[in-house]
């Protein structure tokens, strides 16, 4: 595996491997990895020629600085781990590399609606970051394939709506894999690392939560079954910023589902100070 910390290097390397049509597989991450990332390196690596991989805590997509300061930093073992997945190339660029012109005043996309609702909602700012570090990685790396995980759902959409907005919808393909979790259910995050022991136990409950709605939802109003989630994770003393059903391509909340119109149950909650986020499609 070569690790190459400047764009200019990233460039030259993948010139001299004279990489051609769709050879070029792309794993973004902000490090702290765990088995969630690798699958991803491991989707890349059956579909393409050379596999990048990136490690980069994007400040500007913090919304909370505590949380920024907070994130789990385990380099050395990262990059072991991305060369066991057979990573080819990882790109570990500064601030600086990313950000030339600093992180101020810097552009601004238009993601409509997705941006008001869930987590554009609950965490102002976010997508905008998002975007920035994405249009930037997306612009050094060029990749024919982008992996991202189901994790991140809305995440997912905005980035898709990104490649549409820079105009290379016909020239990188977004590949969503299934989200890897623990054996109570938890959704593997970098994140969990920072659950206090029994806080890990209870931390289960979110997709025990989603589960319940999945389970159990019927056709009609969905309010009574959200009500029952979120009740799970209050005994469980969490402190909920939404439990929503929505329509798993657009993400409008559905209040009174039809019952054969695709939807995601997805959830965001603290458990002290740590905040998780999962989901899960109800129909496929
Ligand atoms: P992150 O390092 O949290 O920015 O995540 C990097 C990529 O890994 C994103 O595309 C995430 O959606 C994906 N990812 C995070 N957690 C998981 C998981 N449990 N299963 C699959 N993919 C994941």
Redesign the pocket.
């Known amino acids: 595996m070569i690790i190459c910390k400047k764009p200019r290097e990233l460039h030259d390397l993948l010139e001299k491997k004279n990489i051609g049509q769709q050879e070029i597989g792309f ?11 690798l ?2 390196v491991d989707a890349a690596k059956k579909q393409n020629k050379i596999v990048v991989c990136s490690i980069f805590v994007n400040p500007t997509q913090f919304n909370d600085p505590q949380d920024f300061k907070k994130y789990p930093v385990t380099l050395e073992k990262d990059i072991l781990m991305f060369e066991g997945a057979g990573c080819d190339v990882l790109f570990i660029p500064s601030v600086e590399d990313i950000y030339p012109k600093g992180t101020n005043n810097l552009e601004h996309y238009d993601l409509g609606f997705l941006e008001t609702v869930l987590e554009g909602k609950f965490r102002p700012g976010h997508f905008q970051g998002v975007c920035l570090v994405m249009g930037r990685l997306l612009e050094i790396v060029l990749p024919n394939n982008l ?6 759902y809305q ?2 959409m905005v980035i898709k709506k990104l490649i549409e907005l820079i105009g290379s919808k016909d020239k990188i393909k977004v590949n969503i ?5 623990e054996e109570d259910g938890l ?4 994140r969990n690392t920072r659950l206090l022991p029994g806080d890990r136990i209870k931390a289960a409950t979110i997709s025990k939560a989603l589960r319940y709605i999945k389970e159990n939802l019927k056709a009609g109003h969905t309010k009574k079954i959200k009500d029952e989630a979120k009740e799970l994770l209050l005994q469980k003393g969490f402190l909920i910023d939404y439990v929503e059903i929505a329509n798993a391509d657009t993400l409008e909340l559905v209040e009174n589902w039809n019952g054969k119109q695709k939807i995601v149950a997805l959830a965001a909650a603290f458990i002290n100070n740590v905040r998780l986020i999962d989901n899960m499609v109800i129909n496929t």
């Open positions: 794993v973004p991450t902000m490090g702290a990895l765990h088995a969630g990332h699958s991803l992996y991202l995980g189901q994790k991140d995440q997912c894999c299934p989200t890897l979790r959704a593997m995050s970098s």
